[in-house]
């Protein structure tokens, strides 16, 4: 697939990862619906930067923990668009659940916006990706897939099960769909992190250093480019889910 003139919906588009991936894909000629849930100042901003690309831009409020928000976003891109080539699935929150603290409240709003809304996502676009007899779709994880982060007990289970959901995509909508996923690393420090944080957790990549958004965005531009690729995860991670080896000897 070539991203010209093709549409991409990409919730959690205002800030951060989400953002860089739709600023990639504008200046390779795509067209994008900029989703976002509170953030509105940023949304603006990230518009008015679309647009500057030459992209045809479509800001969307909505909630992804929400199926009825999903729904009415994705009927108003196909009526605005006629289509929606890609969809990223970015949007993401990080609360803390530590165990067994934690109440099923807790639970439900980690796991309703990492997971159940990228499901729903997926099954809202994929009829009219059918239709146009191609379509991409891209889940956003992290590296609490595979191992665990401690006090994140929602946030692990939600993200492990992002990467379950992409293989089972990818085998239910072949050949017709592609469902790839990308898990990064350490590639935007946190607004609230410290400069010695941010040292601590580059030293802990094979890499030593920080990666950037725009690192994630090019995955999502191979993935839509490469078409002989689905069910697949690629970690962009500068290394870090290997860094606990580090200097090890045996």
């Known amino acids: 697939m070539q991203p010209k003139d093709k549409v991409a919906l990409i919730t959690g588009a205002a800030h951060r990862v989400g953002k860089a991936i739709a600023l990639r894909l504008a200046r390779q000629g795509s067209h994008i619906v900029l989703n976002y849930r509170s953030s509105v100042e940023a949304a603006r901003q990230t518009q008015a930067e679309l647009a500057a690309l030459g992209a045809k831009v479509l800001p969307i409020q909505a909630d992804v923990s929400d199926p009825a928000s999903i729904e009415a976003m994705v009927a108003r891109a196909v009526d605005h668009f006629g289509r929606i080539d890609i969809l990223v699935n970015s949007a993401a929150n990080f609360n803390m659940t530590p165990f067994p603290a934690m109440t099923l409240a807790d639970w439900d709003t980690v796991v309703n916006t990492n997971l159940r809304g990228p499901f729903w996502c997926a099954r809202t676009v994929a009829p009219h990706m059918l239709k146009l007899e191609e379509g991409l779709i891209i889940n956003i994880t992290d590296l609490s897939a595979f191992t665990p982060a401690q006090n994140m007990l929602a946030h692990t289970v939600a ?13 239910e909508l072949r050949p017709t769909i592609r469902v790839n996923a990308i898990a990064p690393g350490p590639v935007i420090p946190p607004p609230d992190y410290d400069k010695a944080t941010n040292v601590r957790i580059a030293q802990r990549t094979l890499l030593k250093r920080w990666g950037s958004g725009d690192h994630v965005a090019q995955a999502v531009l191979f993935f839509v480019e490469h078409d002989y690729i689905t069910g697949e995860l690629l970690r962009v991670d500068g290394g870090e889910l290997l860094g606990w080896r580090d200097g090890d000897t045996f």
């Open 159 to 171: 993200k492990a099960g992002l990467v379950s959901l992409t293989q089972a995509l990818a085998l």
